[in-house]
């Protein structure tokens, strides 16, 4: 009965059925616990079928009565099989690893490789149509340059030195490989209206053939091959509303290119007297360097009133670099052939263009600080970089310890970047540099601040930092002095009159004059006129002045000839500080000269003030938004400085706001009933 009685019960009534109040349902299986569930079974059912794969065939053996040396043989194979499979893994991984280390140095290789800019750089254009240009043109621009070297070089070169006079070139071949252009950029930004500034990517491969010979000494001499690849910068400017529209052509290189010659008896040709002192690096360098800035070619397509500006170029800006220090640099010296880690003798180069100033060495220290602080002439803007490349100084070859390149178009910008960079190709270091931009002014208002700021003394007029800038053009000389009689100061008249008749020279003969410039300790020399008491030079100088009210540009007219001088003058900075324009542009008269001997020059002074950031204007956002959310309508008009963020951005951050306020309104309204 108690079986029956308990059969027939069904399932208990629930709570609410029998008017109880409802507890909390059966908690439901997660569905994460499922997963883990039927993860465990597939694990545990796998484990089964691996015992089961082993043990089958024990069990066969044993039901059909087989020998268990079969199982050996079994065994013997598997072990076989897997151990050859391992070899071909081992191979095949090998080959693998091969390959992808191949892959990377031939990466790396084609990245140090030249390839053409346009592939490295977007902003930079193919030029076939100009390759092909030319590649036609190529031939007469060969009879070009040998009428240049016959016809200018030659004369240039026998006047220059008299163990020279015989000199002459017996063969010029440029080869029938063109100039190459790889690549042109044009400027569009950060540009004048009146001038185009074209960056050519250029290569030259050439079998260049060139034979010279200096027959009084029976010395031949000649070129095989020239490689010369760089950057050159092409401007054309100014821009004028006449034909041919553009006034001059000027033609440089912005940084040093690099230059490859192959020589033929070289070494013949520099023991000869007057050229002893050179060597094939020497040779390079001059030649690399006359092509850099400042130097420059300038083709007039007009009259000289319309290109007189650029003869006298005004540098763009001042770059001040502070070289402080440095921190983790790579050690290079070790001890015990490599087993105990070393120091390095750190130093620093840093380059702008043909302008290059080198650090002081720090003796074993990884953290080297050197506190130094260079100013260099930034003549074209832009497309100049900085460069800086610290080493190890060793007694055979310096250890390359790291590099840097900036831009200087950032520095420009923000006036005054104080920051730490991390070097490129290292492995480790970083560099704290300071640079400041300062733009050369032709007022005078800010000249005591700037004084005060670089603290120059009123007796300190050579030393320090600088804090104006005198660029001066050396045009031309009239009535120079033929020989030493005609000058008038006895002391210079009869040491030189000696020296000339000791150097067995003519005393009447026409003189080979050139320029001294000095300005407090710096020393710049103008190039040598052979033979003309009228000589023209049409050369630009720049010294950095680190006091003008105080300090004088001294100047001094000298001939090669009779090692004599033949005039000078002094010209006080504060002279040109009272004239219009801080320029002075005149004939000055030479004293202790001819009695109309005279130098044609412009001279201008420009002050060097440290200026605030050029940020560009804050642009003022207004922000009217409407929004309607249960009934109740909010407006809300917010301004925005920030100049980064859109129009769109603000509208979609402030709608929101617009609902949260809607909604706390309604929040509270809500409560409140």
Known sequence: MATESSAQKGPPPSPAENGQPGGPPAAAVPAEEQGMISVDIAGLFYQFSKTFVLIFPVYVLGYFGLSFSWLLIALVLLVWWRKNKGNKNSRLYRALAFLESEEKSVKHHIASIDLPAWVHFPDIERAEWLNKTVKHMWPYICQFIEKLFRETIEPAVRGANAHLSTFNFTKIDMGSQPLRVNGVKVYTENVDKRQIILDLQISFVGETEIDLEVKRYFCRAGVKSIQLHGT????????????????????????????????????????????????????????????????????????????????????????????????????????????????SDP?????????????????????????????????????????????????????????????????EKERVVDEWFTLDEATSGKLHLKLEWLT???????????????????????????????????????????????????????????????????????????????????VQESKVKYKTAEPVWEQTFTFFVHNPKRQDLEVEVKDENHQSSMGNLKIPLSQILASEDLTLNQRFHLNNSGPNSSLKMKIALRILPVEKPVRSPPHLISVSVHAECNGLTECVNVIFIDPCISVLHATSVHLFYVYVRCFKHFYIKKKKK
Not at 378 to 390: D, M, R
Not at 463 to 489: F, T
């Open 232 to 343: 050159m910068r092409v401007v054309l400017e100014p821009l004028i509303g006449d034909v041919p529209i553009v006034g001059a052509l000027s033609i440089f290189f912005l940084r040093k290119p690099l230059l490859e010659i192959n020589w033929t008896g070289l070494t013949n040709m520099l023991d000869m007297p007057g050229l002893n002192g050179l060597s094939d690096t020497i040779i390079l360098d001059i030649i690399s360097n006359y092509l850099v800035l400042p130097n420059r070619i300038t083709v007039p397509l007009v009259s000289d009133v319309q290109i007189a500006q650029l003869r006298f170029p005004i540098p763009k800006g001042v770059l001040r670099i502070h070289f402080l220090e440095a921190q983790d640099l790579m050690w290079k010296d070790t001890y015990m052939k490599g087993l105990v880690k070393g120091k």
């Open 347 to 411: 130093y620093g180069v840093v380059r702008l263009g043909n302008q290059v100033f080198q650090s002081k060495v720090i003796k074993e220290n990884l953290n080297p600080k050197w506190n130094e602080v260079y100013e260099a002439l930034v003549h074209e803007h832009p497309g100049q970089e900085l460069e800086i490349e610290l080493f190890d100084e060793d007694t055979d070859k310096d250890d390359f310890l790291g590099s840097l390149l900036i831009d200087l178009v950032e520095v």
């Open 440 to 522: 050369p002014k032709s007022t005078t208002e800010n000249l005591d601040q700037v004084l005060k700021s670089i603290k120059a003394d009123k007796d300190q007029a050579n030393d320090g930092l600088s804090a104006a800038l005198l660029i001066l053009y050396l045009d031309s000389a009239r009535s120079l002095p033929n020989n030493p009689l005609e000058i008038n100061h006895d002391g210079m008249k009869k040491a030189a009159v000696e020296k000339a008749k000791k150097a067995g020279k003519k005393i009447g003969s026409s003189p080979n004059p050139y320029v001294l410039f000095s300005v407090g300790h710096t």
